[in-house]
């Protein structure tokens, strides 16, 4: 697995990579059998729905996911028509921003240089070349914890795995990529929100019932002004996706 690319606009890229602890990793005969099983998953998953017509869905369903915008879409849709759980669905917006900005922090450490196959090519741009671990993965298994008990599961987890895979499908991500990423926005959003959990029991128990709309504006401002600072700072810093 090559992490050297032949197009000069991503050579500050490739230069990184080498010095990247993803790049120190994969040293030796143990990572480089890493290496191996994970581009051999990545071929795997990349031999399926070859069809244009497959490809044109996933790639549209995948742009959905871009910064985490259509979790916060479904988070926003629930705060604003299901009243009575507002607070629950805010902290499920509140858990999709804090795996975002957790996600990309561990992007910078990390710095894995995107998958460059000369016979898989990547079949949607990306912003930047890092890779590990997938923003997507971590927004989408995030909002599943987020809002694990505010929708059915089964379908909820399920959308979020076809979000992760559809990028490896798209020569974006390896394996590794969206499983790591997975597990990072799983573990934030349901800290985040056993956090919110606990803070709701609290103020109810001081006798506090009455969840003043500003309050949830306030919230939902503020979680959704995180996100978008962070996704603009990656866009233009070449952090994110």
Do not use: C
């Not at 710095?111 to 923003?135: A, E, G, I, K, W």
């Amino acid at each position: 697995m090559s992490f050297l690319t032949p197009d000069p606009r991503l050579r500050r890229e490739a230069v990184d990579a080498r010095r990247s602890l993803m790049a120190r990793a994969l040293h030796g005969p143990v990572g480089r059998t890493f290496a191996r099983v994970d581009l051999a998953g990545m071929r795997l998953i990349r031999s399926t729905a070859r069809s244009r017509r497959a490809t044109r869905v996933i790639v549209v369903f995948s742009r959905s996911g871009e910064h985490g915008a259509l979790w916060l879409g479904i988070g926003a849709l629930g705060a604003t028509l299901d009243r009575d759980r507002r607070e629950d669905w805010l902290v499920g917006v509140a858990a999709i921003g804090a795996s975002y900005v957790a996600n990309t922090m561990v992007k910078q450490v990390a710095r894995r240089p995107r998958p460059q196959l000369r016979d898989l090519p990547p079949l949607v741009p990306t912003p930047t070349q890092l890779s590990f671990p997938s923003s997507h993965s971590a927004s989408s298994f995030a909002a599943a914890a987020g809002f694990a008990h505010l929708l059915p599961k089964g379908p909820l987890y399920a959308t979020a795995t076809a979000m992760a895979v559809s990028r490896v499908h798209l020569g974006v991500h390896y394996p590794t990529d969206i499983a790591i990423g997975g597990v990072l926005g799983w573990a934030v959003g349901g800290t985040v929100r056993r956090a919110g959990h606990r803070v709701a029991e609290r103020r109810r128990a001081a006798g506090n019932q009455d969840r003043p709309v500003e309050q949830a504006a306030t919230a939902a401002a503020v979680a959704t002004a995180t996100v978008a600072a962070t996704a603009a700072a990656t866009t233009e810093n070449g952090t994110a996706a």
